[in-house]
Nanobody, 125 residues
Framework: QVRFIESGGGLVQAGGSLRVSCVVS????????MGWFRQAPGKEREFVSA????????RYADSVKGRFTISRDNAKNTVYLQMNSLKVEDTAVYYC??????????????????WGQGTQVTVSS
């Protein structure tokens, strides 16, 4: 059974930092393109960032570029999202996701096959 388990969410003040992690079990981790999406109340789930299978390619949403960094450790089956200079508008549930089918990083949620349960990130003013 494939499982994606996020951790590391919480409450932080604007301007602060937080790192969320996602551990994958049940399938070869290095076979996935890994991504992070987020969903704020009343809004659609949106792409945040993704990383290639080897870790040498990344993509970011314009809204987080320069502030967030995605990375992965294939030996630990883990993907990370380091979030710096957090803003109130970054408040959302953050979802870890994996794509084992496609060759290139996608920003579309429907290209990802597996999802975690999400972890709440709240940024206060």
């Amino acid at each position: 059974q494939v499982r994606f388990i996020e951790s590391g969410g919480g409450l932080v003040q604007a301007g602060g930092s937080l790192r969320v992690s996602c551990v994958v079990s049940g399938r070869t981790f290095s076979g996935y393109i890994m991504g992070w999406f987020r969903q704020a109340p009343g809004k659609e789930r949106e792409f945040v960032s993704a990383i290639s299978r080897s870790g040498d390619g990344t993509r970011y949403a314009d809204s987080v570029k320069g502030r967030f960094t995605i990375s992965r450790d294939n030996a630990k089956n883990t993907v990370y999202l380091q979030m710096n200079s957090l803003k109130v508008e970054d408040t959302a549930v953050y979802y870890c996701t994996g794509d084992y089918r496609n060759e290139r990083i996608s920003t579309r949620r429907y290209d990802y096959q597996y999802w975690g349960q999400g972890t709440q990130v709240t940024v206060s003013s």
